[in-house]
């Protein structure tokens, strides 16, 4: 394992951590969310949703964390969600198919993809939710592009250049 994907995946672990917290991790996880990246396509396949659960995923540049923190702070993980649909530079991944959903369908296993994703560093961030229940949090390291473009990606949001 590169130095590169050591280093993303320690910070993975640690926004899971803090992820989990925030989230109140008393409630066990459901959802079994895994990631894949091919190319400049981010893809996470979710299955066994609870009844009534669903999931929704974006790819979040790690610049975009110092702007978290003061959702994260009110304890409330649907402010983290609000703020970051507020941002331009998070990318919303949908459903496959002629009606690109951003969520996937309540209770059913489903698809989230993000085609032509730019160069970067990410992390793909599932919320998977109910009205009965707490928002359940799933953080992965995301490595899209050939060579050295993620890190110039990341460097450039970073600068804001």
């Given at each position: 394992?590169?130095?590169?994907?050591?280093?993303?995946?320690?910070?993975?672990?640690?926004?899971?951590a803090a992820?989990?917290?925030?989230?109140?991790?008393?409630?066990?996880?459901?959802?079994?969310?895994?990631?894949?990246?091919?190319?400049?396509?981010?893809?996470?396949?979710?299955?066994?949703?609870?009844?009534?659960?669903?999931c929704l995923?974006?790819?979040?540049?790690?610049?975009?964390?110092?702007?978290?923190?003061?959702?994260?702070?009110?304890?409330?993980?649907?402010?983290?969600?609000?703020?970051?649909?507020?941002?331009?530079?998070?990318?919303?991944?949908?459903?496959?198919?002629?009606?690109?959903?951003?969520?996937?369908?309540?209770?059913?296993?489903?698809?989230?993809?993000?085609?032509?994703?730019?160069?970067?560093?990410?992390a793909v961030?599932?919320?998977?939710?109910?009205?009965?229940?707490?928002?359940?949090?799933?953080?992965?390291?995301?490595?899209?592009?050939?060579?050295?473009?993620?890190?110039?990606?990341?460097?450039?949001?970073?600068?804001?250049?």
């Amino acid at each position: 394992m590169s130095i590169l994907r050591r280093t993303v995946a320690g910070v993975a672990v640690a926004a899971t951590a803090a992820g989990l917290t925030i989230a109140g991790s008393g409630a066990a996880s459901a959802a079994v969310v895994t990631p894949a990246v091919q190319g400049t396509t981010v893809q996470v396949n979710i299955t066994e949703p609870l009844p009534g659960q669903t999931c929704l995923g974006m790819l979040v540049p790690p610049y975009v964390a110092i702007h978290l923190i003061a959702p994260a702070a009110s304890g409330d993980l649907m402010e983290v969600v609000r703020a970051l649909g507020a941002r331009d530079d998070v990318i919303a991944m949908r459903t496959p198919g002629p009606i690109r959903l951003p969520v996937t369908l309540p209770g059913l296993p489903g698809t989230l993809s993000a085609e032509n994703v730019p160069p970067n560093i990410y992390a793909v961030t599932v919320f998977c939710m109910r009205s009965d229940g707490p928002v359940e949090p799933h953080l992965f390291p995301a490595v899209v592009g050939p060579g050295l473009d993620p890190i110039i990606g990341s460097v450039e949001g970073s600068t804001g250049s």
